[in-house]
């Protein structure tokens, strides 16, 4: 299965379910063999050691914050399709 396959249908689940299947972003592409480096595109500034993509300002929970696949999450996902061949 090519990387854009797989970012579809992980696209696709954590859509239906509003979460994601692992803790973060990165850690659910690195759960499917994605390599995570084009994640360093959405990162703050260079010095930072987190992404937004959580998008903290608006999650209570340590659980949301970690799992809900948020609008911000889904943008970046629906990017790295868009950049995949």
Same mark, same amino acid.
């Given at each position: 299965? =090519? !990387? =854009?396959?797989?970012?579809?249908?992980? &696209?696709?689940?954590?859509?239906?379910? #509003?979460?994601?299947?692992? +803790? #973060?972003?990165?850690?659910? /592409?690195?759960?499917? $063999?994605? +390599?995570?480096? =084009?994640? +360093?595109?959405? =990162?703050? !500034?260079?010095?930072?050691? #987190? &992404?937004?993509?959580?998008?903290? $300002?608006?999650?209570?929970? &340590?659980?949301?914050?970690? &799992?809900?696949?948020?609008? /911000?999450?889904?943008?970046?996902?629906?990017? /790295?399709?868009?950049?995949?061949?």
């Amino acid at each position: 299965m =090519k !990387n =854009k396959d797989k970012l579809i249908k992980i &696209y696709n689940k954590a859509l239906e379910s #509003g979460e994601l299947s692992h +803790n #973060g972003l990165c850690t659910v /592409l690195q759960a499917h $063999c994605i +390599n995570i480096d =084009k994640l +360093n595109l959405f =990162k703050p !500034n260079k010095l930072s050691l #987190g &992404y937004w993509a959580a998008d903290l $300002c608006s999650i209570d929970s &340590y659980r949301d914050r970690f &799992y809900k696949f948020t609008p /911000l999450r889904q943008t970046i996902l629906a990017f /790295l399709i868009v950049m995949e061949e």
